[in-house]
């Protein structure tokens, strides 16, 4: 079973800066796929970046190209989220989330992840 725990929201001001962290606990992640979803009040939960644990391969949506990095710490089972430059439009519950995926890719739907974290919650203030 894999077990996920997100850190590091807040409020922050236009064009700041904030990194998550998602500490992951379960079986060796070799073959995972590790993902940040958001959710902003009222919406559909949204595929924000991916990176694969193997190879740290990453994935992101365009609306976050260039601005959020994803990466991982396999010595601290640990994913972060750094998000610089950010806008009011990325406040949301920000998700870790985990699912088992041979090959090279990554998904970017939330229905194809087994795990989730409880989220945490970035505030962009404009």
């Known amino acids: 079973q894999v077990q996920l725990v997100e850190s590091g929201g807040g409020l922050v001001q236009a064009g700041g800066s904030l990194r998550l962290s998602c500490a992951a606990s379960?079986?060796?992640?070799?073959?995972?796929?590790m993902g940040w979803f958001r959710q902003a009040p009222g919406k559909e939960r949204d595929f924000v970046a991916a990176?694969?644990?193997?190879?740290?391969?990453?994935f992101y949506a365009d609306s976050v190209k260039g601005r959020f990095t994803i990466s991982r710490d396999a010595a601290k089972n640990t994913v972060y989220l750094q998000m610089n430059s950010l806008k009011p439009e990325d406040t949301g519950v920000y998700c870790c989330?985990?699912?088992?995926?041979?090959?090279?890719?990554?998904?970017?739907?939330?229905?194809?992840?087994?795990?989730w974290g409880q989220g945490t919650q970035v505030t962009v203030s404009s």
């Open positions: 379960g079986p060796t992640f070799g073959s995972y796929v």
């Open positions: 990176i694969r644990w193997s190879s740290s391969s990453t």
């Open positions: 989330a985990a699912v088992r995926v041979p090959g090279t890719m990554a998904p970017a739907s939330r229905f194809l992840y087994d795990f």
